[in-house]
């Protein structure tokens, strides 16, 4: 593909991806997916790129809306906001102007994109951190106050690109699946942190490897991989996990463990089919039992897995559409949900069990805040302190803080942003 097409096709998507939303929300997998489809000439070198920009337009949506609302001045929303990013994060004026024109599947240049152009290349960025930093006020704050000095530090990273990372089937050597992937060209290495982790160096498909579909590895990304060990499951416990997903931590947990019964329920029922299906492969589905209703848990347990929803800023990273669909409204009613499920939670844990609360966040409000008002209103449960937890699992000097709980955070750990508290019902 010539630059021109590349650019053509980034302004594409972007539209797309405004237009067609899914429940009110921007979706970008899907239109990506689309794309792809309709364009299956396109190189693995042209779709990186194509898919690398689009990502890069949408993690500093703000800024680039702001910037835009500065300048109006094409009927073209989607081609604003490209220009926009490629002049301030991609390439040089004229390098990009060369782009248009550029043969029979390239943007027409014309006098008003040249005016436009030369107008965002003169356009000096004097603005408020949290519009520098690609994020509403209110957003911003809660980060400020999440992290204070080290909030542009935080803000940053949400710009980078997030790893590839893949989990380990137990009892396979994590070299020997390197050395596989070396049969394909691909080059990876062991997780910095994860004893069960390996890092591919470039975001693939590997659905069609042989070794994926003998169930020798997962895509789990290290963060979750680590939550997924610390979550201190036993031989012969029986744990509900309340917020499953696409069972993820489920499955890791049912492949390090062999005596372990795992009761997964979602309210989102289309998730649970994802479970029965990677547990298949994965060759755990006996240890995985999975319940539609979750009202119909009437039974108490050794450990309640919480990975409640939340705002997903430890992910924004890999999906940036979760800050774009976020609102205050929205988050101040995921806390509420977040307080709900860890008091569901209390009712199923047996005396001498936990509750482990998990969320893929970075801010205090939804973490360590929603385990302090837990343990203010419940006097029958204590945290579990998980310094020793982690040393014994990570062997890594990149601890997670000197509170009890662990908050991994991206620009630290270098995978996602999980936070994680286990609390023992003593009572």
């Not at 926009?84 to 014309?110: E, R, T």
Request: with cysteine.
């Amino acid at each position: 593909m010539t630059p021109g097409a590349r650019l053509l096709s980034v302004v594409e998507i972007i539209d797309s991806v405004f237009k067609n939303k899914i429940d009110n929300n921007y979706v970008i997998a899907n239109n990506i997916k689309r794309w792809m489809r309709n364009n299956r000439y396109a190189g693995s070198k042209d779709k990186r790129e194509i898919i690398n920009a689009v990502y890069g337009i949408l993690k500093r949506y703000y800024i680039l809306d702001f910037i835009q609302k500065k300048n109006i001045f094409l009927d073209n929303y989607a081609l604003e906001i490209t220009i926009i990013y490629y002049i301030f994060h991609i390439c040089k004026k004229d390098d990009l102007i060369n782009s248009f024109d550029d043969g029979p599947y390239a943007i027409k240049l014309n006098k008003e994109i040249k005016q436009f152009i030369d107008k965002i290349d003169n356009f000096q960025i004097s603005e408020e951190e949290y519009i520098k930093n690609s994020l509403p006020l209110w957003l911003y704050n809660k980060i400020h106050e999440s992290f204070n000095i080290n909030t542009k530090k935080v803000c940053q990273s949400m710009f980078d690109e997030s790893h590839f990372d893949i989990r380990v089937k137990k009892g396979i050597s994590r070299k020997n699946i390197i050395n596989k992937f070396k049969n394909y060209n691909i080059k990876s290495d062991i997780t910095p942190i994860s004893p069960i982790g390996v890092r591919i160096n470039k975001r693939l498909s590997v659905s069609h490897l042989k070794e994926f579909k003998e169930g020798l590895f997962e895509v789990q990304d290290e963060g979750s991989q680590l939550v997924s060990l610390m979550s201190g499951v036993k031989e012969n416990e029986t744990v509900i996990d309340l917020c499953a997903g696409a069972g993820g931590k489920s499955l890791a947990i049912s492949d390090l463990l062999e005596n372990v019964k795992i009761i997964a329920t979602d309210i989102n029922i289309n998730r649970l089919d994802k479970i029965r299906e990677r547990a298949l492969r994965s060759k755990v589905k006996n240890k995985i039992i999975l319940e539609q209703n979750y009202k119909n848990l009437n039974f108490k347990a050794d450990r309640i897995i919480c990975d409640v929803p939340c705002s997903g800023s430890g992910a924004w990273r890999r999906r940036p559409e979760e800050k774009l669909n976020l609102t205050n409204n929205q988050f101040e009613n995921l806390l509420e949900i977040q307080k709900e499920i860890l008091n569901y939670g209390a009712d199923l844990v047996k005396i001498g069990g936990e509750i482990v609360y998990i969320t893929c966040s970075i801010l205090d409000n939804e973490n360590k805040d929603q385990i302090n008002y837990f343990l203010k209103n419940n006097s029958n449960f204590e945290i579990v302190d998980l310094e020793d937890s982690w040393d014994s699992i990570t062997m890594s000097h990149e601890r997670f803080g000197k509170e009890a709980y662990c908050q991994l955070i991206p620009f630290i750990h270098k995978c996602d942003g999980f936070f994680l508290a286990r609390l023992v019902r003593n009572k």
